[in-house]
């Protein structure tokens, strides 16, 4: 961990040819680039019925215009999944820290809660690092612009989310955040938030952070385990919240944090279905690419993470 070791970890990810190189293994993604339509078109039981097609005049060739209210792309400020330009994504080695409480933990707090909580201290002392070591925190639009699109990517780029919506993220979190210019993501259990339930943020908070710049993602609605659900149960947990989101921030979120990092195939393919453009766990990694893009891993800061730890996880030596 000496401040040489640090300083070429930083140039790979800092140097822009260094993007295509070292750090981004570029992917042929064959079969991606032209097939991530079909989800949003509807299905067939929609076509037209008989009586609309011309039966008089054969030599028409009728081809069936379908109702356009059919096809139309969901709406102009809901654009589809970015997808891989000429084939090509990237995969990217990037930090996507995972915090939840930012709090003293409550007397008597059990090893759980204080395992969530991160000190305000400590948290202000870990932002300072990321100003003072040039670290720029992005969001996951920026990301999935980045690996489909090749866009450039910002010097060190570092992505904080916040999990649950906890009162004290609007307390404390926030005016640090703001003090330093960062954006972060917060990934939100909507139903506690409209049942006002105590501890949690309110909707006008959600709405000042929104305005702010800061980004808010569902996190279920209710934060049970999705797994081994049918799709009633799913489209009610997760496009739910989405739409509520949706309502109360302006537009139509597009990523999400399965509760307490639990998923199975049916809840991936919800998200697909959904038009989701990415999903995160609480695996730890820092590898996010298209192809992984509904099981993208995290890293975890914890109550007792030390300053020295926190700088091997956003240099991303969080396995040496
Ligand atoms: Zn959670």
Redesign the pocket.
């Known amino acids: 961990m000496n401040q040489d070791g640090r300083h070429t970890a930083v140039a790979s990810v800092n140097t822009p040819t260094a993007e295509s190189n070292a750090l981004a293994t570029v992917q042929p993604t064959p079969t991606i680039a032209d097939t991530a339509t079909p989800t949003n078109t509807p299905t067939p039981t929609q076509t037209p019925t008989p009586t609309n097609t011309p039966t008089i005049t054969p030599t028409s060739t009728p081809s069936i215009t379908p109702n356009p209210a059919w096809t139309a792309t969901p709406s102009p400020t809901a654009p589809p999944l970015p997808t891989p330009v000429d084939s090509i994504s990237t995969t990217l080695s990037i930090p996507v820290l995972m915090y939840h409480y930012i709090s003293i933990p409550p007397e008597g707090a059990d090893e759980y809660r204080t395992d969530l909580s991160v000190t305000p201290d400590n948290f202000r002392a870990q932002m300072q690092y990321l100003a003072d070591n040039g670290f720029t925190p992005i969001d996951f639009y920026t990301l999935s612009r980045v690996i489909t699109n090749h866009e450039a990517l910002p010097p060190q780029p570092v992505i904080l989310t916040f ?2 919506g906890y009162i004290d993220i609007y307390q404390t979190a926030y005016p640090i955040l703001q003090e330093f210019g960062f954006i972060g993501t917060f990934f939100i259990p909507t139903e506690f938030i409209d049942s006002n339930r105590a501890g949690y943020m309110t909707w006008p908070m959600i709405e000042e952070m929104a305005a702010a710049g800061h980004r808010f993602e569902p ?1 279920s609605r209710t ?1 049970p385990d999705l797994r081994n659900r049918d799709n009633d149960y799913l489209i009610w947990e997760i496009l739910g919240p989405q739409e509520t989101l949706a309502a109360h921030i302006g537009y139509t979120p597009r990523y999400f ?1 399965y ?2 990092g639990r998923y199975d195939d049916a809840v991936v393919a919800m998200m697909q279905h959904l038009d989701f453009w990415g999903a995160v766990t609480t695996a730890g990694g820092d590898q996010l690419g298209f192809e992984n893009r509904y099981v993208w891993p995290r890293l975890r800061i914890r109550y007792d993470t030390p300053l020295e730890e926190f700088a091997d996880v956003v240099y991303l030596r969080w396995n040496e």
Do not use: E, G, R, W
């Open positions: 999990d649950d996190h934060h944090a509760p307490s």
